[in-house]
């Protein structure tokens, strides 16, 4: 059974055991989340396509840890003119383990 969810803007497929990481969802560790918005949903022999959600479906989610993505670093330069800028960023993300899929 798998399920796609929006979730930050973003579709995700997930199935229960899942750890997705997000960018950054309000809460401490070990607090649960529940997504409301499913798309899609696939039960092993029915499909469940939303117009656009599918009625009563929800997704509940377990945050696993709050943390910071891989560092993207940006540079830039004018060529023959000693100006140079370099800075980096690193988003914030959600570690989130899928509990349970909810379906009608």
């Not at 059974?1 to 199935?15: H, P, S, T, W, Y």
């Not at 809460?27 to 022999?45: C, K, N, P, Q, S």
């Not at 993207?72 to 004018?78: D, G």
């Amino acid at each position: 059974m798998f399920a796609v969810i929006e979730a930050n803007g973003r579709q995700l497929k997930v199935k229960e055991g899942d750890v997705v990481r997000l960018d950054r969802v309000e809460g401490d560790a070990d607090r649960e989340v529940i997504f409301d918005r499913v798309l899609f949903a696939h039960t092993g022999d029915d499909f469940l396509v939303g117009s656009p959600l599918v009625a009563s479906a929800r997704v509940t989610a377990k945050i696993v840890r709050q943390g910071k993505g891989p560092k993207v670093v940006a540079f830039r330069y004018k060529p023959k003119k000693r100006v140079r800028r370099r800075h980096g960023h690193r988003q914030p993300v959600t570690e989130l383990r899928i509990e349970k899929i909810s379906l009608p």
